[in-house]
């Protein structure tokens, strides 16, 4: 016999209504054809779906209400200027949230992920409220990732709690809780590094994602969400990065510029594409990043900022080191280095703050090393290392690994190991595997001069530090 609850889940069913706009987009494509053209698109912008003729019928018959992100993203690129209501679809906060989960409602979103659905409604709403009452330090489970010596941060710097009743639609408290979460994220990984933070921060992310579906109240707000849920996207994206997981911070970074062109954001898409560069050059791709640094720069051009398109020159400068374009990368160094010379400015976007003197010197030397001028890139990357804020462990450590690398591959092995030996000393700190695979390649090109103390002493630690790294779980 059928419980009370299941017999009032029953009463309230929505039901399925044929998706006749839908239909009429498919043409005269048969579902196959359609199904593959959608495939299609998805490669386009970098999605991947899995759609077939079975989804397609599921959609007109009214049995898929809404689409996921994902094919939202698809379909919105197949039909430019259609909505969602405009491809005969349910409007998402009809279908998101605790309204979809009365009945077959909870049913109504794209069900490719079927088996998990119900599990991860129920966690989302955990997280959601996790993330809001213990603000996005609880969420994230931080505080035992830093050393006790190291207080992350001040009290006055703790996100109150909501001023909104349960399944209320979100507001600014709300919008501060995801802006703090990225603000935390980013100072624990200058401190500390990606290894131990990728896994954790994405609870918040998916937070975030979650508080835009259960709807907003005001406009303001809205944009405050989107902004802040596309730039925890890039911080997260960014985890990935350095902690190896290419592919992972790929789809973060896509997600930010699906974001970013969603709401508008031509901030969050420059930020979404500076990144996305860095992550294609240093996954073998330049040409990728130097057309990716570019749009990036178009993107920028609005915003009334010169050290960020000086940045974005810089990201430009290492896609042309790569293909070994010298001309290419002294243009785009000249240029940046020009930028940066305009000095800060009140429109330089919060998550440039690590950019200075030594971010400058420091990307610098990476370009010069990918064109083989090890001793130029030394220079720039001895000067990274003295100009460096002591609060940037992160970037410290990897300057400084940079610095052993240029000099070990100019014959230079006792400097190179003295530098080297530094890096080793902040690893106790930070955990980065992109860092620690960069000084695996140091006591490569050291050990032809191991009957050198120093650089005995180095491979000795170096060892015994555990190497290699590169593919150690974290």
């Known amino acids: 016999m059928a419980s009370q609850a299941q017999r009032s889940a029953s009463s309230r069913t929505v039901p399925a209504r044929p998706n006749s706009a839908f239909r009429q987009l498919r043409g005269r494509l048969s579902p196959g054809e359609f199904a593959a053209a959608v495939r299609r698109a998805a490669r386009e912008i970098g999605e991947?779906?899995?759609?077939?003729?079975?989804?397609?019928?599921?959609?007109?018959?009214?049995?898929?209400?809404?689409?996921?992100?994902?094919?939202?993203?698809v379909f919105r690129h197949m039909f430019p200027g259609l909505t969602l209501p405009d491809m005969g679809f349910a409007p998402r906060e009809t279908v998101r949230g605790r309204g979809a989960r009365t009945g077959a409602a909870s049913l109504a979103i794209d069900p490719d992920h079927r088996d998990t659905r119900i599990q991860n409604c129920e966690e989302s709403d955990v997280l959601r409220r996790a993330f809001i009452t213990g603000g996005p330090a609880a969420a994230l489970g931080l505080a035992g990732l830093c050393p006790p010596a190291h207080a992350p941060f001040p009290p006055s710097a703790t996100v109150p709690g909501p001023r909104t009743a349960p399944g209320a639609r979100a507001g600014a408290t709300e919008a501060t809780a995801v802006e703090e979460a990225v603000r935390r994220i980013r100072l624990l990984d200058d401190r500390h590094g990606a290894d131990g933070l990728y896994h954790r921060a994405a609870q918040p992310l998916r937070?975030?994602?979650?508080?835009?579906?259960?709807?907003?109240?005001?406009?303001?707000?809205?944009?405050?969400?989107?902004?802040?849920?596309?730039?925890?996207?890039?911080?997260?994206?960014?985890l990935a990065h350095d902690s190896g997981r290419f592919d992972d911070a790929r789809s973060h970074y896509t997600e930010a510029l699906s974001t970013a062109r969603v709401c508008g954001d031509a901030a969050l898409e420059a930020h979404a594409f500076c990144n996305t560069a860095f992550l294609a050059r240093d996954?073998?791709?330049?040409?990728?990043?130097?057309?990716?640094?570019?749009?990036a720069q178009q993107a920028a051009k609005r915003l009334g900022s010169p050290r960020l398109r000086s940045l974005l020159a810089l990201r430009e400068a290492g896609g042309w080191a790569g293909l070994g374009d010298r001309t290419g990368c002294t243009q785009a160094l000249t240029r940046a280095e020009r930028l940066f010379a305009a000095g800060p400015g009140d429109h330089d976007p919060e998550w440039m703050s690590f950019y200075g003197e030594a971010e400058l010197a420091g990307l610098t030397a990476q370009c010069w090393s990918a064109l083989g001028e090890h001793g130029r890139a030394a220079d720039h990357a001895r000067r990274a290392v003295a100009r460096q804020d002591p609060h940037f462990t992160r970037n410290i450590a990897l300057f400084s690994t940079e610095l052993a690398g240029n000099l070990a591959a100019g014959g230079a092995a006792e400097e190179a190991a003295a530098a080297a030996l530094r890096t080793l000393a902040l690893l106790e700190q930070v955990r980065s595997t992109r860092i620690r695979t960069m000084l695996d390649g140091v006591a490569t090109a050291l050990r032809p001069y191991r009957s050198c103390g120093p650089v005995a002493d180095f491979l000795r630690r170096h060892r015994a530090a555990g190497a290699p790294t590169a593919h150690r779980p974290v």
């Not at 779906?49 to 993203?73: K, T």
């Not at 937070?207 to 890039?234: F, P």
């Open 48 to 73: 991947q779906v899995s759609c077939d003729a079975r989804y397609v019928g599921r959609v007109e018959s009214g049995e898929i209400r809404c689409p996921n992100y994902a094919y939202e993203r």
């Open 207 to 238: 937070a975030a994602y979650e508080l835009l579906d259960a709807g907003v109240q005001r406009r303001a707000v809205y944009d405050r969400l989107h902004a802040g849920a596309g730039e925890l996207a890039i911080s997260v994206g960014w």
């Open 283 to 295: 996954a073998g791709r330049p040409r990728e990043a130097v057309r990716a640094a570019q749009a």
